[in-house]
């Protein structure tokens, strides 16, 4: 059994991505720019925002976090956001979710531009993504799970792959990615019947639920490779969905919560911010 270590493999692609900022800035003269939008104060999102800021400054974007007061109505977000949308010098934008209740959050993500969307939710970006044009910007989370079995150099054509959770920012776009990769992809959620019986048939299993051991040893065949993309905080402590101690007793790969998945996700964003800042030179 082998862990699937994200943390060193988040290192390897930060250092990778370092070295094509250097590059980028030495022929343009100017760094990737990402602005990360966040409304009231969530802890959770705060810390998201920081840890963002963070890495872009480790990697060399300059990135710009702006807060807007949690009273803030939906006409005067979506000017802000309208404001970095149609500017000529932000490569990236982002709004963290969640929003507070009383903000509409699809309104306000649709006004991102695909150009800038370095989470790639937008429409156009799923609609990439649901074609494999290869040239859209994709989800974070879900590419870093794809990277993950990539670096490990897992096979993944013609293999079984199960896919817990259907949400459009992590099940979804998994399952598509999966399928690119010439993956048979079924897809699972709340309401599947018999969910022990189809995640007993993947080679690889990716779990992105959100709930405590929903994924114990018995579910999961032989040799499979396990992906946990799960969190949940209890008394301070963070679970993934899969019974790891037991389930590590019989997989060929398996992701740790923490430092299996988590750390993947903000690299992609900075790879994200990274390729549409060389989009951007090649149109501007
Ligand atoms: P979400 O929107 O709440 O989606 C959860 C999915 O799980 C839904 O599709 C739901 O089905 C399904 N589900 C719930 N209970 C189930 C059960 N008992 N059996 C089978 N399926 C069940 O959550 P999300 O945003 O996709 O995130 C999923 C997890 O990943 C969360 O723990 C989140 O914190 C974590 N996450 C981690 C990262 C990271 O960087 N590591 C990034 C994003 C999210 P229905 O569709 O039928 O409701």
């Not at 989470?119 to 494999?132: A, E, I, P, Q």
């Not at 963070?238 to 790969?253: L, M, N």
Request: proline residues 4%; charged residues 25%.
């Amino acid at each position: 059994m082998q862990i699937i270590d994200g943390k060193k493999v988040s290192e390897f692609f930060r250092e990778d991505l370092k070295s094509k900022i250097t590059d980028f800035y030495a022929e343009s003269g100017r760094r990737p720019r990402l602005v990360v939008i966040i409304v009231g104060n969530d802890p959770a999102s705060e810390i998201y925002v920081s840890n963002k800021a963070k890495a872009a400054a480790e990697v060399g974007i300059v990135s710009e976090t702006v807060r807007l007061n949690e009273t803030i109505g939906q006409a005067e977000l979506e000017n802000v956001i309208w404001g970095y949308a149609k500017d000529d010098i932000t490569d990236g934008l982002l709004v963290q979710l969640p929003l507070p209740k009383h903000l509409n959050a699809e309104r306000a993500l649709a006004l991102i531009p695909d150009d800038k969307d370095v989470d790639g939710f937008s429409v156009g970006n799923t609609g990439r993504l649901c074609r494999f044009t290869g040239d859209g910007i994709y989800p974070c989370t879900p590419s870093g799970i794809i990277q993950l079995l990539k670096y490990y150099d897992i096979p993944l054509s013609g293999k079984r792959a199960v896919v817990v959770g259907r949400s459009n920012i992590l099940g979804k776009p998994v399952a598509l990615m999966l399928l690119n990769e010439d993956c048979t992809v079924t897809v699972c959620h709340s309401k599947t019947k018999n969910l022990k019986e189809i995640t007993l048939t993947a080679d690889i299993l990716v779990s992105a639920v959100g709930k405590k051991n929903v994924i114990t040893a018995d579910m999961i065949k032989d040799g499979a490779v396990v992906i946990d993309a799960g969190i949940t905080r209890e008394s301070g402590k963070i679970y993934g969905d899969v019974d790891f101690t037991e389930a590590a007793k019989k997989v060929s790969y398996i992701t740790p919560v923490p430092g299996g998945v988590g750390p993947m996700t903000i690299t992609m964003l900075m790879i994200n911010t990274y390729q549409v800042a060389v989009n951007h030179n090649e149109k501007r």
